[in-house]
């Protein structure tokens, strides 16, 4: 089975400043690993994605994360905010083999105050 | 041309009824599922289907019952609704380990 822990419920980031939301998780089995962004009243949209290679991943919009295996982490970060990144992010980990069902976090409210 | 879409948007039903919320993908995915998110914003899966096949049934009350005609609908049907199926609805759609592609959402509210 697997569980994620978004350690942060709200954070407050002032516009152009960096930031970064915290993402764990834990699996008995190796897993793929997503951030998907959910802005007011819409639907999620997928912002990046570890599927295997390189650590570090690009995503739109700016924001990247990097996945640490032996921390099982994959944190989101983007260097400079801005107002319309105010939404709900949510960190989702499916297994590699087997049904591909997501396990999400309990996401985390990244508000951009000017 | 929106890639997964479902309908209705919004649901307003009186507890007890019987509704049901209908999705549709374009993109040629062979696999759907069901999640629902509560007021708190918790997503949870509760079904997949893959080629019309169930594979996925998480622990849902029997009063949910997913139907998928061919590949590119998943319909839900909610037989009695409680209080408690308040929530919003998502079906998305995927490619073997491809990224899933989520609707926009049906926002059930019982009264």
């Known amino acids: 089975a697997q569980s994620v822990t978004q350690l942060d419920s709200q954070v407050p980031v002032f516009e152009e400043a960096p930031v970064e939301l915290r993402c764990n998780y834990s699996?008995?089995?190796?897993?793929?690993l997503f951030w998907y962004v959910q802005y007011p009243n819409q639907g999620l949209q997928l912002l990046l994605k570890?599927?295997?290679?390189?650590?570090l991943v690009k995503g739109i919009n700016g924001f990247e994360a990097e996945f640490n295996k032996s921390q099982t982490s994959f944190h989101l970060r983007k260097p400079s905010v801005h107002i319309s990144d105010t939404a709900e992010y949510f960190c989702?980990?499916?297994?590699?083999?087997?049904?591909?069902?997501?396990?999400f976090g309990q996401g985390t409210r990244l508000t951009i105050n000017p | 041309d929106t890639a997964v879409s479902q309908t209705p948007k919004y649901l307003v039903t009186q507890m007890g009824n019987d509704k049901s919320i209908k999705c549709e993908q374009n993109?040629?995915?062979?696999?759907m599922y069901w999640y629902k998110q509560d007021s708190k914003k918790f997503l949870k899966i509760m079904f997949s289907?893959?080629?019309?096949?169930?594979?996925i049934n998480e622990t849902v009350p029997n009063r949910f019952s997913p139907k998928s005609p061919d590949k590119a609908h998943l319909n839900l049907h909610i037989n009695s609704l409680e209080l408690g199926d308040s929530a919003v609805y998502f079906c998305?759609?995927?490619?073997?380990?491809?990224?899933?592609?989520f609707g926009d959402g049906t926002r059930l509210s019982i009264l």
């Open positions: 570890y599927l295997s290679g390189s650590t």
């Open positions: 289907y893959n080629n019309k096949e169930l594979i």
């Open positions: 993109l040629g995915h062979d696999t």
């Open positions: 989702a980990v499916s297994p590699l083999k087997g049904a591909q069902k997501l396990v």
């Open positions: 699996s008995s089995v190796s897993v793929y």
């Open positions: 998305a759609s995927s490619q073997a380990d491809q990224p899933q592609h």
